[in-house]
């Protein structure tokens, strides 16, 4: 027979927290690593839109960054993008006065999808006077390949 050796108080307090800690402490980093979670943020579209906007206050729909009445008469209601762009986009003008007994203009992509939208202090060239305005674009990702890289 052999000879039973006897733990201590002290050695078996000892073998508890080790074994306590070998089981909890992967647990509780397990916990942890789950809650950290990296956030991309795309921020595509709204580099689309600044894009778009800038191009289109550049265009030959505006002069000195007024847009032309007889140009937007011209587009509105009308599924046309005046400035070509791997984004779709649709465009509004409004007015607080009535110009010709209308005050909203709007045209380009007519749907859906992600969107970004952004407004903008704008004026519309009317008989060589500025009537202020608000120029509201939105893009949208219509996750179509509109454009190849």
């Given at each position: ?10 050695e078996i307090l000892i073998t508890v927290f080790i074994f306590i800690n070998l089981i ?126």
């Amino acid at each position: 027979m052999g000879k039973e050796s006897k733990m201590s108080m002290v050695e078996i307090l000892i073998t508890v927290f080790i074994f306590i800690n070998l089981i909890f402490v992967p647990i509780f980093l397990s916990s942890l690593l789950s809650k950290i979670s990296v956030g991309i943020e795309d921020n595509a579209l709204k580099r689309a839109a600044t894009e778009i906007a800038e191009n289109i206050l550049n265009s030959e729909l505006t002069e000195n960054g007024a847009f032309l009445l007889d140009k937007l008469n011209a587009l509105d209601k009308t599924n046309t993008e005046p400035v070509w762009h791997c984004y779709a986009y649709h465009m509004w003008i409004s007015t607080f006065q009535k110009i010709d007994n209308k005050n909203i203009w709007e045209f380009g992509y007519q749907g859906g999808g992600e969107d970004f939208s952004m407004e903008l202090p704008s004026s519309i060239a009317v008989a060589g006077n500025i009537v202020p305005a608000k120029f509201r674009l939105t893009v949208y990702d219509t996750n179509a390949v509109r454009c190849k890289i």
